[in-house]
């Protein structure tokens, strides 16, 4: 499997994995109650021919809620990528929580680029549909010119043009549960896993 080397590709391996828009978070949208398993998520999925997706149950008991994590074994371009992946269920909504795995037990080979990189959490809304899971990313720029007129309150920061989460996990659930139905909240093309064989 080959590790990252330049921290370009990790950003471009992140940007690439739920749209060009990622909304990013210092915290995971979750605690120990709202994820949950589902033996849907489980498997190798594509979604073109250098697009594909593993997702496998880890059961690691080692770390925190680690009776609920997933691996996801992001392949794109002969490039590999492990995340940490959770489902989380708030209200009648599925969301997956990303976390790159390979970047906290992996180091890249430039160590001073690797120290200006930060560790995030991302999600996206999920839904399955037969041998498909349909992953839904909230539209970042929409959320950041709502933020920037005061419609939207949530902890933050801006990064030039970047929107960074810096709320809590209790106040990012108050947050998506109360945007959830809003259909200009997520992006509007979906991305869609399709189920190997």
Not at 28 to 41: A, C, F, G
Not at 145 to 162: C, F, G, P, T, Y
Request: charged share 25%; with cysteine; hydrophobic share 40%.
């Amino acid at each position: 499997m080959k590790t990252l080397q330049k921290p370009t590709l990790l950003f471009l391996l992140i940007v690439s994995l739920v749209s060009s828009c990622v909304l990013r978070s210092l915290h995971p949208l979750y605690t120990k109650s709202e994820l949950i398993i589902d033996n849907r998520l489980e498997g190798s999925y594509i979604v073109d021919e250098t697009d594909t997706w593993n997702i496998t149950k880890a059961d690691n008991q080692a770390i925190e809620n680690g009776d609920k994590l997933y691996h996801l074994e992001h392949i794109q371009n002969g490039d590999t990528v492990i995340f940490d992946l959770f489902l989380v269920k708030l209200d009648k909504y599925l969301y997956l929580d990303f976390f790159i795995d390979e970047y906290k037990s992996k180091p890249l080979e430039n160590e001073f680029a690797a120290f200006h990189l930060y560790p995030v959490h991302s999600f996206a809304k999920v839904s399955f549909d037969g041998n498909q899971i349909i992953i839904n990313p909230f539209n970042s720029q929409y959320l950041g010119k709502l933020i920037e007129q005061n419609r939207i309150r949530i902890s933050h920061e801006m990064a030039n043009e970047d929107i960074l989460l810096t709320a809590s996990p209790e106040e990012l659930q108050k947050f998506v549960i109360k945007y959830s139905d809003d259909e200009n909240i997520f992006e509007e093309e979906s991305f869609i896993l399709k189920r190997k064989g």
